[in-house]
């Protein structure tokens, strides 16, 4: 049996999720002729990108080595004490967490893509499109991570290959996506919510043009997306992550929850809880016995909270006291302890799993991307400007005006601090530090004296290293 995870690319109604389904009696060898079999095995490599995506884990080494949360307590707690000190290396066990994960998303989808010839004529071409649009997520990953890795097109690649060039790998990244967005279905009209449209490898094209500073490329794929007409900033940002708005229009390309309590729900806020918390006295919400409080205990450093903009209502997302279970009212603010409650906890959770989407790319992203290439080409101009607009307005913020940005770089810092407020906790800031040659310093300046500009990428594991005699490891490590 093939387990089937609950991913969303694009958003639409909440009918027709990819749904867990048993293909117990296929065979090995008739299994890509017919759509049943096919489709098992890329709803497996679906699955492979939810969890990944999803884990903590994961949100913690995009998260920790930054500039806006730490950690105290739990068994995470050694794992925020190496990334957010830059001790890590090649051995460090969590450093293959990706690598591993990744590779199997890549080998389910080259399942299919090997098999292309066998494939029912009606959904050849769509499914090759879709394997090729997850295995791209996964390589697009692991490019950010590790820089370039081997490239393995197919299951039938030798089982050691020798590292792609950078070239090589931007070069099929950039193809990939180009080539099956005319493929696929517009947003709203894949087959089953769940599936790859034209929004979610648009939305990935820009994303990697921004991190790789292609900024006229990304410039006018952020247009394109804008120009489908289907995207829309979801009218209160503090609404937009909760459990009765999922799949609303502003989520590009968003990995679903299943509320089942074995990890396969979004499981963030259960590190946000205080200690000993009952109850958030400004809406009332209570903490109840179905939910899990861990051990682990994420905050916000003060500064951060603190450069929010008078009366941004992206900060109100952040809980700065809450009363515990003996009634008293306890400070959070001032102590570096405030907490996010953007993934509003959902009442319905069990255990550790919450029914929150967790967004990948939404709409507010791309039109900032816009701004910030346009900013990079031909600096501060109107049109970055109104886009950063929409987005401010949305929180109830002022415009800002083009006369306050002399220059390209003031405008630069601007847009760095405008995505800081916007994406807090949603697995975005490493990038964004690194595209803007801030991680190291921030981090330095944060008294990380161990970091070292090699560690703006993660080192091979050592396992792959041991397995693989062809690969060579990444600098300084």
Known sequence: MVFIGLVIFGSGCSD???????????????????????QSVL??????????????????????????EWNTGGWVNRVYQQLA?????????WVSDWWDPAYAI????????????????????????????????????????YGAVPLRTSNNDPLEMPRSSDEEILNFIE??????????PEPGEEEVLGRANKGAALSLLCKFYLNTKQWSKCADTAQDIIDLNYYQLFPEYNGLFKVENNGNREMIFVFSSKVSGNWEGCVYINGWFPANFWKEPISGFEY?????????QYRLFDDFYN?????????????????????????????NNSRSFKFWPDSNAIGMDHGNDVPHIRYADILLARAEALNELNGPNAESIALINQVRNRS??????????????????????????????????????????????????RGAENAKEFHTLFPIPQSEMNANTLMEQNPGY
């Open 85 to 93: 000190n830059y001790t890590w290396d090649a051995s460090t066990e």
């Open 43 to 68: 709803y497996g490599a679906y699955s492979e990108a939810s969890t990944l995506f999803k884990t903590a884990n994961f949100r913690l080494t995009e998260e920790w080595v930054c500039d806006q």
């Open 288 to 296: 109840t016995s179905n939910m899990n409080n861990w051990g682990a």
């Open 106 to 145: 890549i080998r389910n989808a080259n399942s299919i893509i090997d098999k292309e010839e066998e494939l029912p004529n009606d959904v050849r071409a769509l499914y090759i499109a879709e394997a090729r649009f997850i295995r791209v997520f996964a390589y697009r990953y692991l490019y950010s991570m």
């Open 175 to 184: 193809n990939e996506l180009l080539e099956i967005v005319p493929i696929l």
């Open 396 to 445: 109830e913020l002022d415009d800002i005006t083009i006369d306050a940005f002399p220059a390209k770089e003031v405008l630069r810092d601007h847009i760095l601090k405008e995505r800081g407020w916007e994406f807090y906790g949603e697995k975005i800031r490493r990038e964004d530090l690194i595209r803007q040659g801030k991680l190291i310093e921030y981090a330095r300046n």
């Open 16 to 38: 027709n999720l990819l749904e867990e389904e048993t293909f117990s009696q296929l065979s090995p060898k008739d299994m890509f002729q017919t759509k049943k079999g096919a």
């Open 307 to 335: 450069s929010f903009e008078l009366n941004d209502a992206r900060q109100n997302s952040i809980i700065t006291e809450y009363i515990a279970f003996d009634g008293n009212t306890i400070q959070l603010l001032g102590n």
